[in-house]
């Protein structure tokens, strides 16, 4: 019995993902159709691939020896194709992605219908949550994450750089006065994204980390978007969400002349870099294209070329 490359492209979705439901779902399989495959993927090569569980799969040593050779197929396969004018395949299927509320109600949902219809195969599930999303335990093909990233198992692709911005309002600065240095931040009234109280910036002397406090503390920016537009006190922001308020001078950058010292950025995260599907990659290079190489946003606030 010859190799079904089909099978074979399942069983390395199923590598990456370390689940075969997850893996058939991607090619409209179901799980028991998807195993039944890989189970004759195994009679075929005459050695087992995979160890189950009951929620996973991890690969066998044959498995890790084989998957090495199902890329190199797969990639043939592709290449092939594209010598006689076929081209890759065109992106298809349902497409599970997870994003911040916030962000992707400003900057995602606007441009899902230029996306959409430049892609009329790929179908769109977009999650809109600000908990961090297990990829691999809710079946879903990418996030948007913004901010520093703490799942090192994860494939990470920067989107666009995050650059943040001390600010608050005309009216407050009014009331308690502009603070000169971060150490004055001590005595304001410092908005604060959940446990992010330890302030960092680069001064003259090295890096200097302020802890600040203040009566609201938020885990939702919008929260605090809209307090420190209200004259509420100081918030730290990132200026996709703030750009257009500081253009307007509903906002006011504060302490400019002290950089902050933690560098994050916005990116598209997935479980792995093999065999990444094309609706996948399809959508991370859409998000590339509209937001780099400097993020649209930026234009909006003069300041930003200071």
């Not at 990456?16 to 004759?40: D, K, Y």
């Not at 197929?73 to 004018?85: D, I, K």
Request: glycine content about 8%; proline content about 6%; overall charge neutral.
């Amino acid at each position: 019995m010859a190799l079904d490359l089909d099978t074979v492209a399942l069983f390395v979705r199923v590598a990456a993902l370390g689940n075969v439901s997850a893996a058939g779902r991607e090619r409209g399989l179901s799980p028991a159709t998807a195993s039944t495959r890989l189970v004759q993927l195994e009679a075929v090569l005459g050695a087992r691939l995979l160890h189950r569980t009951t929620r996973r799969v991890a690969l066998t040593q044959e498995g890790e020896v084989f998957l090495a050779q199902a890329q190199t197929l797969l990639a043939a396969e592709a290449q092939a194709l594209a010598s006689v004018g076929q081209g890759f395949a065109a992106p298809q299927g349902l497409l599970r992605v997870s994003c911040s509320s916030s962000f992707a109600r400003q900057h995602i949902s606007p441009a899902l219908p230029e996306f959409l219809a430049r892609y009329p195969g790929i179908s769109l599930d977009f999650r809109l949550t600000d908990r961090v999303v297990d990829l691999l335990e809710e079946g879903v093909d990418m996030a948007i994450r913004v901010g520093a990233l703490r799942d090192s198992t994860l494939i990470a692709r920067k989107l666009a750089a995050n650059r943040r911005t001390l600010c608050a309002s005309p009216a407050y600065l009014a009331a308690h006065g502009a603070p000169k240095h971060p150490g004055d931040l001590a005595q304001h009234e410092c908005l604060t994204l959940g446990d992010q109280r330890d302030w960092r910036f680069v001064t003259p002397g090295g890096p200097m980390s302020v802890r600040v406090s203040g009566r609201l503390v938020s885990d939702n920016g919008e929260v605090l978007r809209d307090a420190v537009l209200a004259g509420l006190g100081i918030a730290l922001k990132s200026t996709w969400d703030v750009a257009a308020h500081l253009q307007r001078g509903e906002l006011v950058p504060v302490l400019p002349a002290y950089p902050l010292a933690e560098e994050v950025a916005i990116w598209a995260v997935y479980p792995s870099r093999v065999f990444v599907p094309p609706k996948t990659q399809a959508m991370i290079e859409f998000l590339q294209a509209r937001f780099s190489p400097v993020p649209y946003w930026e234009a909006q606030w003069p300041a930003a070329g200071d």
